[in-house]
């Protein structure tokens, strides 16, 4: 974890939103947010990421619970006296002033102008790279150089957190991934505690301190992005997060925080168990393509199958295969080299493979 982070800053205790009256936003949320901490709200859209930030930021007001800032409720707080800078996407940067005139907008509406302001808005300029640009008009600059923009003026007035809203989402690839490294370099220089929103896994796998998944408005898991990575809560964030390969079966034998599962023809598998399983469950077990060794490598393997190679692609650093296995399933996995044979051993160590419950989510309606 990085230096520098402190005790809970935002807490959100038992927080939920209706719009109207029958379907859950955001449900029963939990969550805390240390000082300097850069904590990403990840899952697909209408997972309530955005609903979540809207409370927090006081553009809507909560339906159950609570949020407290530095330990106090923001229950009865503006949104202007909440002292948190926004990046929405809705929020948008005035297109026909100067640079300089967004900058000074925010603090004029904290009373602070002149040379104060003057001093201020140059040394957020020079924080986002952007020197020398204060007298340009915002429609006449690029995309990325108005995202840095809308950066600077969420953080000009010195928050005590800033909130993100999907802010790289229109940006192309090659610019997303600049700005993801200048802004966790910015938050690290300033050590303002960030909540950052996104449905894009890689992206919360590379900024955050922690990510906190949701899915159907509820929190699915809160950790480390290696933790999160590693040890998924469910199935929902195993398939979420990163790659996994995912066979269904029924679990025939538990022990020991390990479970066998019988696969389609009647294959087993042994895996790790997870949350409560018991014999005859139904099981998903996850195993991530770079876990799958195979050929000489699958020969001491727990878990260790015949398989049919059914297409391969050469990517330069590894070749991906897509193999079969005897009772029907779909195996992806990432070999070193070429493969040359249409029939394979595949293998996976009993630790690489996840059962979980067939309920996906916690608080979801599937399953
Ligand atoms: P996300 O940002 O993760 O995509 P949202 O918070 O925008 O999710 O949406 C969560 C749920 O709330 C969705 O079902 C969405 O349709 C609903 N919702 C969001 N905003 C409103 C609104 N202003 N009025 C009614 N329903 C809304
Ligand atoms: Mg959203």
């Not at 939103?17 to 697909?44: C, I, M, N, Q």
């Not at 950052?196 to 890689?202: E, F, L």
Request: aromatic share 6%; hydrophobic share 40%; charged share 25%.
């Amino acid at each position: 974890m990085s230096s520098g982070i402190g005790p809970a800053l935002v807490e959100l205790s038992g927080v939920g939103k209706t719009y109207d009256g029958t379907h859950w936003a955001v449900a029963d949320l939990d969550l805390s947010v240390r000082r300097g901490e850069f904590l990403t709200l990840l899952g697909p859209s209408g997972s309530g990421k955005t609903t979540t930030l809207m409370m927090l930021a006081g553009f809507e007001r909560v339906s159950t619970g609570d949020i407290r800032l530095d330990g106090g409720s923001l229950a009865d707080k503006p949104p202007h006296r909440r002292n948190m800078g926004v990046v929405f996407q809705n929020y948008a940067l005035f297109p026909h002033m100067t640079v300089a005139r967004n900058l000074a907008f925010p603090l004029a509406v904290r009373g602070i102008r002149g040379a104060a302001a003057e001093a201020r808005i140059a040394d957020a300029l020079a924080l986002v790279n952007l020197d020398g640009l204060g007298d340009r008009r915002i429609n006449t600059i690029s995309g990325g150089q108005q995202q840095r923009v809308a950066l600077a003026r969420a953080l000009i007035f010195g928050p005590d957190v800033v909130l993100m809203d999907e802010p790289l989402g229109a940006l192309d690839r090659q610019l997303r991934e600049k700005l993801q490294v200048e802004i966790k370099q910015i938050q690290r220089r300033t050590g303002i505690t960030v909540i950052y929103v996104t449905h894009d896994q890689a992206e919360a796998l590379a900024m955050s301190d922690r990510i906190a998944v949701f899915a159907d408005g509820r929190l699915q898991q809160v950790d480390t992005p290696r933790a999160i990575y590693d040890t998924p809560a469910n199935a929902f964030v195993a398939g979420f997060i990163g790659e996994n390969n995912r066979l269904d079966g029924i679990v025939v034998e538990r022990s020991d925080g390990r479970c066998t599962i019988e696969i389609a023809g009647g294959a087993t598998v042994r895996a790790r168990a997870t949350n409560g399983l018991a014999t005859g469950d139904r099981a998903i077990v996850t195993v991530r393509p770079e876990a799958v060794q195979t050929g000489q490598d699958a020969g001491e393997l727990a878990n260790r199958f015949d398989a049919v190679v059914e297409d391969r692609l050469y990517l330069g650093d590894h070749t991906r295969i897509y193999a079969r296995l005897p009772g029907g399933d779909q195996v992806t996995a990432r070999s070193p080299g070429a493969v040359r044979h249409d029939r394979i051993a595949l293998g996976w160590a009993i630790d690489s493979a996840f059962a979980f419950a067939q309920k996906e989510t916690v608080g979801g309606t599937d399953g």
